[in-house]
C-alpha cells in the first residue's frame, strides 16, 4: 500500500470510519510493509488519548468491567477504542476472540470501536501488535483506549509498560488474594479492583491488598492505589472507578509522570522495532556467521558463545 493510501486511510480513521481504523489495526497485525508510513502518517495524530490498561487472572470480570467502563465514558461523551486481547490456541493459532461476543451492547455506537486480537503466543498478556494498535486508536481520535489483557499470571505484567493507568483485577474465591497479585502484578497496579464483591470472602480479600499496600514503602507524595470494590454484572463500583482513574491521571500530571511514562512506552515501542530489524538482520547471514553455523561451532566446542555472539553483530 502507498504512502498516498494510507494518508487517505488515516483521514478516513479520524472522520470515525470503522473500516478505515480496521484495516489500519489489520495492517499492524500483518506486519505489513508499509508499517513506517503508517506510522509516520499517525505521528502527528498522537499522543491525546488515555490508555488504560485492565489485568488479571481468568475468570475475575476483565470484559464486564471493560463494558461498563465503555458504557460510563460514554456517557460522558468520550469516544473509546478497546483492544480486548484473547489467548490463541497453541494448536491452530486461533483464538475465540470472546471478548467481542461480549460487548455487543456497544456494536452500534459510532463512538466506541472494538477490537479484538489474537495474542498469537506473545507473552505478558498482549499480542505483539498491541502497541502500534494502541497508536492507531490514538491517532484515529479516541479520547480514551482500554487494552484488556488475556488472562495472565504474576509475571505477565506488560500492559504496565503500555497503559498510562494499569487495573488489576481480583475476585473472591479464586485462592489467596495475596498470592494472586505478589511480586510482578502488585508493582504495576495503580488502581485494585476486586469484583464480584458480593461473593463470601470479598471483604477479606479487599482487608488483605488493603493491608498489603500499607506495608509498602513509598516517598512523600508517591501514589498509594486504591482498592475499590465492584460488582460490574449490575454495574456497581463503576464510578468510583472512574474517579479514580481520573484522580491517577491529575496525580500522573501533578507530579509530571505522564511525559514519563510514555516516554517509557515510545522507547519499549523503539527498542522492539529495532530487535526484530536485528533478528531479520541475522536471518539473513551467510558464509559462515550464520546462528545456526556459530551454533553449530559453540556446540562442538570451537568457540565460546561470547565469540559467536561478537561474529554475528560484526557481520550485521
Keep these: 500500500m502507498s504512502a498516498p493510501q494510507i494518508a487517505d486511510l488515516v483521514a478516513q480513521a479520524r472522520d470515525g470510519d470503522p473500516r478505515a481504523v ?14 513506517p508510513d503508517l506510522a509516520a502518517a499517525l505521528a502527528p495524530h498522537t499522543g491525546a488519548a488515555q490508555v488504560i490498561g485492565l489485568t488479571g487472572s481468568p475468570g475475575v470480570g ?11 465514558l460514554r456517557g460522558a461523551g468520550r469516544r473509546v477504542g478497546v483492544l480486548a486481547v484473547d489467548p490463541s490456541s497453541p494448536f491452530s493459532g486461533g483464538a475465540i476472540l470472546g471478548d467481542r461476543v461480549r460487548m455487543q451492547d456497544h456494536a452500534t455506537d459510532p463512538g466506541v470501536y472494538i477490537r479484538s486480537m489474537s495474542s498469537r503466543g506473545h507473552l505478558g498478556g498482549l499480542a505483539a501488535a498491541t502497541p502500534q ?8 481520535g479516541c479520547d480514551v483506549v482500554l487494552v484488556e489483557t488475556v488472562g495472565v499470571g504474576q509475571a505477565e505484567v506488560e500492559v504496565a509498560t503500555l497503559a498510562d493507568t494499569t487495573l488489576v483485577l481480583l ?6 488474594a495475596i498470592q494472586a497479585v505478589k511480586a510482578g502484578i502488585l508493582e504495576i497496579a495503580d488502581i485494585f479492583v476486586v469484583n464480584k464483591a458480593d461473593r463470601d470472602g470479598a471483604d ?11 506495608l509498602g514503602e513509598r516517598a512523600p507524595g508517591q501514589w498509594r492505589p486504591p482498592v475499590i ?14 474517579a479514580a482513574i481520573d484522580k491517577h491521571r491529575q496525580w500522573l500530571r501533578t507530579h ?15 527498542e522492539a522495532i529495532v530487535l526484530e530489524a536485528l533478528r531479520e538482520r541475522i536471518e539473513a547471514l551467510d558464509n559462515g556467521a550464520s546462528l545456526s553455523d556459530q551454533a553449530a561451532a559453540v556446540a562442538a566446542g570451537q ?3 561470547y565469540t559467536a555472539a561478537d561474529h554475528i553483530l560484526s557481520s550485521i
Design 229 to 242: 470494590k465492584a460488582v460490574a454484572a449490575r454495574a456497581e463500583g463503576i464510578e468510583e472507578i472512574v
Design 171 to 176: 475476585a473472591p474465591g479464586m485462592g489467596d
Design 204 to 214: 477479606a480479600a479487599y482487608r488483605d491488598i488493603q493491608g498489603m499496600i500499607g
Design 256 to 270: 509530571d509522570q505522564l511525559q514519563r511514562r510514555r516516554e517509557q512506552r515510545a522507547a519499549a515501542e523503539i
Design 62 to 72: 476483565k470484559s464486564t468491567i471493560t463494558s461498563e467502563l465503555v458504557r460510563a
Design 133 to 140: 494498535a494502541v497508536r492507531v486508536l490514538d491517532g484515529a
Design 22 to 35: 480496521a484495516r489500519l489495526i489489520t495492517l499492524v497485525e500483518s506486519n505489513d510493509p508499509a508499517l
Design 303 to 305: 568457540q565460546d558463545p
